[in-house]
């Protein structure tokens, strides 16, 4: 075989590699559970807005709120897994949404970095119009992207960021488990959180979980770094990226709604 012949073979097989590694990427990003609408309303959880406009879940607390957070999820299951969020911001008094992802639940639509961020702006917009502000955006892991680029798109909208277990970029996380392969050619959801918050003047909290071998905690600490604003970091001793919610207690919550609604901005 001449060498042009073995070239063209190798980047025949380079081209079905990165290929089939586009058409996988959803699959290794997106794990999202369906269910039914009627299977994730109780314990004082709604359909919001309403469950012919479903867009997620919502709680009120006892007594008049004094503002509202919206929750956008990690990348598996779906948000009426999350309803711990629920139980403790509404005891502080705030209204808690849910956000439901396009696709995840009982969503219809398609995955991928576009699609959930004009979502996210539009329920972050919706919310806004109904409630006003303060508005905090609560984001988890692959949620912690979602809300810092549709936080940066809305940022008048949004009076500050709470990102937990968040990377700085996508590509730094990808290349950390898959060290043989040139992700930052392959991927194409970037998730870069670094260049959206650029110009984020709002209070950023960045928590990290100081065992996550998921989204190691130096991914977080490089995302704080960057952030040119009002910023709070804080570790979770002892905690990995799926158990940190264990590692923390009320007046932890009590400190990080404070922190994000006393700022000023």
């Not at 996988?24 to 994730?40: G, V």
């Not at 007594?63 to 990690?74: D, L, N």
């Not at 299951?77 to 969020?85: I, N, T, V, W």
């Not at 730094?172 to 991927?187: E, F, R």
Request: glycine share 10%; charged share 20%; proline share 5%.
């Amino acid at each position: 075989m001449t060498f042009t012949r073995a070239m063209l073979h190798f980047a025949g097989a380079c081209l079905i590699v990165f290929a089939g590694a586009d058409i996988l990427q959803d699959r290794f990003l997106y794990f999202p559970e369906k269910a039914a609408i009627e299977d994730l309303v109780s314990g004082g959880l709604r359909a919001w807005p309403t469950p012919e406009a479903f867009r997620g879940l919502v709680a009120d607390p006892a007594s008049e709120a004094r503002g509202t957070a919206i929750v956008f999820h990690g990348n598996a299951g779906h948000a009426g897994h999350r309803s711990f969020y629920a139980g403790v911001l509404t005891r502080l008094g705030l209204r808690v949404i849910l956000a439901e992802y396009p696709g995840y639940g009982p969503r219809d639509g398609a995955t991928g970095e576009e699609t959930l961020l004009a979502d996210a702006q539009q329920t972050i917009a919706l919310a806004h119009r109904l409630y006003g502000e303060p508005l905090v955006l609560i984001g988890e892991s692959l949620g912690a992207g979602v809300a810092a680029s549709a936080g940066s798109r809305e940022r008048d909208k949004v009076t500050g960021l709470l990102l937990i277990t968040p990377w700085d970029r996508l590509e730094h996380v990808a290349a950390h488990h898959y060290p043989w392969l040139p992700v930052k050619w392959l991927l194409r959801d970037r998730y870069d959180s670094v260049t959206h918050l650029a110009s984020f003047d709002r209070p950023v909290l960045v928590v990290v979980a100081e065992s996550d071998s998921i989204v190691p905690a130096r991914f977080g600490k490089a995302l704080y770094d960057a952030l040119a604003g009002p910023r709070q970091l804080m570790v979770v001793k002892a905690a990995g990226h799926n158990d940190w919610i264990g590692h923390v207690d009320e007046a932890w919550w009590q400190e990080t709604i404070s922190f994000l609604l006393t700022q000023p901005h």
